[in-house]
């Protein structure tokens, strides 16, 4: 195995290793040790197999290391994802890009199933690693029924 360099989602830390997964390949690398890093962080950088074996690997450099968070606002989504979200069936999903860094995500749901689907965004791993390949830091979760608006901040 090679040294491979990018973006990796830290999904698991403790005291004695950590399990990072690449946001663009999915593959994941468990550390042999752990370089004082924590679950939830993106690390863009170098990570380098262990030998003899190669069944581990090595943190060799930090590029960029950034804490991700997932928040859910009090606020509804807003006018513009009003309006895509009425362009859409349910079950939909609308990506724009924002002004600056990160993107939108508008999806329709059955209004019954808004709370659930609020719970989903936030409990899945792969909330996570899309802030970390758009390059931020916050995701920000708005809903009311039958609309939930995923937003990618800095």
């Known amino acids: 195995m090679d040294e491979t360099h990018g973006t990796f989602l830290v999904t ?9 997964r690449d946001v663009e390949t999915g593959q994941v690398h468990t550390l042999s040790g752990n370089p004082d890093l924590a679950e939830g962080e993106a690390i863009a950088g170098e990570l380098a197999p262990e030998p ?3 069944a581990t690997w090595e943190l ?4 960029e290391r950034r804490s991700l968070s997932v928040e859910e ?3 509804p989504p807003t ?7 009425a362009g859409q069936g349910v079950g939909e999903v609308t990506r724009t890009e924002r002004a600056g860094i990160g993107e939108i995500h508008v999806l329709t749901v059955p209004p019954e199933r808004t709370e659930e689907a609020v719970a989903e965004i936030r409990a899945d791993e ?5 802030a970390a390949r758009y390059g931020v830091e916050r995701v920000e979760i708005r809903a009311e029924a039958g609309i939930v608006s995923v937003r990618y901040l800095p």
């Open 12 to 20: 698991h830390a403790d005291a004695d290793s950590a399990v990072l």
């Open 52 to 54: 003899p074996v190669e």
């Open 60 to 63: 060799r450099e930090i590029d």
């Open 73 to 75: 606002s009090e606020e």
């Open 79 to 85: 006018s513009q994802e009003r309006e895509i979200a």
């Open 126 to 130: 792969e909330t996570l690693a899309r």
